[in-house]
């Protein structure tokens, strides 16, 4: 399963890019690629996960670690419908 998080940051600024420059994949995620944005979110991973429960817990983590708001989308490529 293909997710798209959104990131917002709430405080912690350069901690929290340096910890998104370094982000490791845990067990059951692949880390497609983190984007730095310019407008109403400042960072974006794209990834994959084995189920919602796996991407729910890296979700999870990376929002606490990071003091970003995350907003995780599930992605549908296209080429798939």
Do not use: C, N, Q
């Not at 429960?53 to 419908?81: I, N, R």
Request: proline letters at 5%; a negative charge; glycine letters at 8%.
């Amino acid at each position: 399963m293909l997710f798209v998080m959104l990131l917002s940051p709430k405080g912690r600024g350069t901690e929290a890019v340096k910890y998104l420059k370094e982000l490791k994949a845990p067990p059951g995620i692949t880390i497609h690629d983190v984007y730095f944005t310019l407008g109403r979110y400042d960072g974006v991973i794209v990834f994959e996960a084995l189920d919602v429960k796996t991407a729910m817990s890296f979700a999870m983590e990376t929002g606490f670690d990071t003091d970003y708001t995350a907003e995780t989308l599930t992605a549908v490529p296209a080429k798939e419908l």
